[in-house]
């Protein structure tokens, strides 16, 4: 009989997690998400009208493409051109931004208030699903953005407030 009671309290305690798992995804399908493509063009705008506040001149995108399609802004300003894309947290467009930026132009990616000269995927990674898991929790986690930054070389970027940037693409992406 002895043997039989911690039986008991497994299947129980197994039953209870299998129940609360299911609760849990359920109340996740019950909220209803932003679709992805409305929350990239409404980051876009925010790029754009960071860019523009700080005097520069943002291009207009290619007619019927989307913000998925074409996820930067690319911005001129007295012989400075500078292009701000929204990087994925899992580090997969990496390369396709960089092919983007001209060769001898500036690039680095902005994340947590820091620039570095390559993506830092293990902590963008982190960040990213460690969001993910908050909000099937039923949280809502602080979006912290990954930008890809290419800038000609007239460009003076060291006065550019990119955690203003940040602030505004997370009020979208909420």
């Known amino acids: 009989m002895f043997a039989l009671a911690p039986s008991l309290v497994l ?24 679709p992805k493509e409305m929350i990239a063009e409404r980051a876009k705008a925010q790029m754009a009208a960071f860019l523009a506040r700080h005097g520069m001149q943002p291009i207009p995108a290619n007619p019927g493409s989307n913000a998925l399609e074409e996820p930067f802004v690319v911005a001129l300003s007295n012989g400075c051109r500078l292009f701000v894309a929204e990087a994925g947290f899992e580090g997969w467009y990496r390369d396709f ?12 990616f902005w994340f947590q208030g820091r620039n570095y000269r390559e ?5 963008t990674r982190l960040s990213g699903y460690w969001r993910a898991l ?15 930054v290419g800038a000609s070389p007239g460009c003076d970027l060291s006065a550019m407030p990119w955690q203003e940037l940040a602030d505004g693409v997370a009020a979208v992406a909420q």
Do not use: C, S
Request: aromatic share 10%.
């Open 11 to 34: 299947r129980l305690a197994a039953g209870g997690l299998l129940v609360l798992t299911l609760l849990l995804k359920v109340l996740a399908a019950m909220t209803h998400p932003v």
């Open 119 to 123: 993506q830092p995927i293990w902590r």
């Open 97 to 108: 931004l960089r092919n983007l930026v001209p060769l001898g132009d500036e690039y680095f």
């Open 134 to 148: 908050l909000r099937e929790l039923g949280f809502k986690p602080h979006f912290e953005p990954i930008f890809a």
